[in-house]
């Protein structure tokens, strides 16, 4: 168990736990290393720059959307509810998880 990819995740899960519901097609990407770089983890930016948490959202956000083939979120676990990373990375961080069932079609939200 990795303790520093496991607080990112917590840390990603409380900032967007008001916006994020299990099962909806709209969602917002939010990149792991950038969220470990902003609580002072600068060692996990490089690993997991470019890695992302798919957080499934209640309502769309203003701005561009474009929709997404939901079997591109094969391999993917969902450790919160509304919560989704590839599955090695929830493992990698010891987290609880269940496999992530993407809709047919998912929307990703541009903010």
Same mark, same amino acid.
């Given at each position: 168990?990795?303790?520093?990819? $496991? $607080? #990112?995740?917590?840390?990603?899960?409380?900032?967007?736990?008001?916006? %994020?519901?299990? &099962?909806?097609?709209h969602y917002l990407n939010v990149d792991i290393g950038?969220?470990? /770089?902003?609580?002072?983890?600068?060692? /996990?930016?490089?690993?997991?720059?470019?890695? =992302? #948490?798919?957080?499934?959202? $209640? =309502?769309?956000?203003?701005?561009?959307? #474009?929709?997404?083939?939901?079997?591109?979120?094969?391999?993917? %676990?969902?450790?919160?509810? &509304?919560?989704? #990373?590839p599955q090695h990375i929830a493992i990698k961080a010891?987290?609880?998880?269940?496999?992530?069932?993407?809709?047919?079609?998912?929307?990703?939200n541009y903010t």
């Amino acid at each position: 168990m990795n303790r520093q990819i $496991k $607080k #990112v995740l917590e840390y990603i899960k409380n900032e967007y736990k008001d916006k %994020a519901m299990a &099962g909806a097609r709209h969602y917002l990407n939010v990149d792991i290393g950038k969220a470990a /770089l902003k609580i002072g983890l600068k060692s /996990l930016h490089d690993k997991y720059k470019g890695r =992302e #948490v798919i957080v499934s959202l $209640k =309502e769309p956000l203003p701005g561009m959307k #474009v929709r997404i083939d939901g079997r591109t979120f094969t391999n993917y %676990a969902e450790y919160a509810d &509304g919560f989704a #990373v590839p599955q090695h990375i929830a493992i990698k961080a010891g987290l609880p998880f269940k496999k992530y069932s993407a809709n047919g079609s998912m929307i990703l939200n541009y903010t």
